[in-house]
């Protein structure tokens, strides 16, 4: 079994901003291989959708905690479920790279990116994969980062973004499909 985490902040207020690239992953996944509608599980203080991408069953999860304190919602459905570290995927935003960027990587650091730091800290490991969609741009030296990444996308973001999406997930199905 794979747990695929999309990090984000889930109050209205937040739909649509940098920082919930990892839900939007999440969601795109959801729709591409047919997983059933989203259902909040309090016991995860997580929505939840129960699938299959490739030969794998496929948990995917956006924590209702915010940003900051993701790796509560992680941990409990890894052990609910008794997933290894290395069956996880987190999917998040990457103020350190330019938009439209995106990196898979099997392991590593949190690279400043506080929802990662806090899911490292809860499992007390770094060894699980990573996708990570960059959200730098042009405006970003003229807010506070808090600011930054809670902002809405720029129109011209807003209308590349299934592009960007697509692109990146395909690193996840790849991985999955291996």
């Not at 997580?46 to 956006?62: D, F, N, P």
């Not at 690279?111 to 699980?128: A, H, M, P, Y």
Request: proline share 3%.
């Amino acid at each position: 079994m794979k747990l695929i985490i999309g990090l984000g902040n889930h109050p209205p207020k937040y739909r649509d901003t940098r920082h919930n690239f990892g839900f939007m992953a999440v969601d795109y996944l959801a729709k591409q291989f047919n997983f059933p509608e989203w259902k909040f599980e309090k016991r995860y203080q997580a929505e939840t959708s129960y699938g299959q991408i490739g030969r794998h069953k496929v948990i995917l999860c956006k924590p209702h905690t915010f940003m900051n304190l993701s790796g509560q919602s992680v941990q409990a459905l890894r052990h609910f479920y008794k997933i290894d570290a290395t069956n996880i995927i987190v999917i998040s935003d990457d103020l350190d790279q330019n938009f439209g960027a995106h990196k898979f990587k099997a392991k590593g650091s949190d690279g400043g990116q506080k929802g990662l730091r806090d899911v490292i800290k809860v499992l007390g490991s770094n060894e699980f994969a990573r996708l990570k969609f960059g959200i730098n741009n042009q405006f970003r030296t003229k807010y506070d980062t808090s600011d930054f990444v809670t902002g809405k996308f720029t129109p011209e973001e807003r209308g590349s973004l299934p592009t960007i999406l697509k692109e990146g997930c395909k690193k996840v199905t790849r991985e999955l499909e291996s």
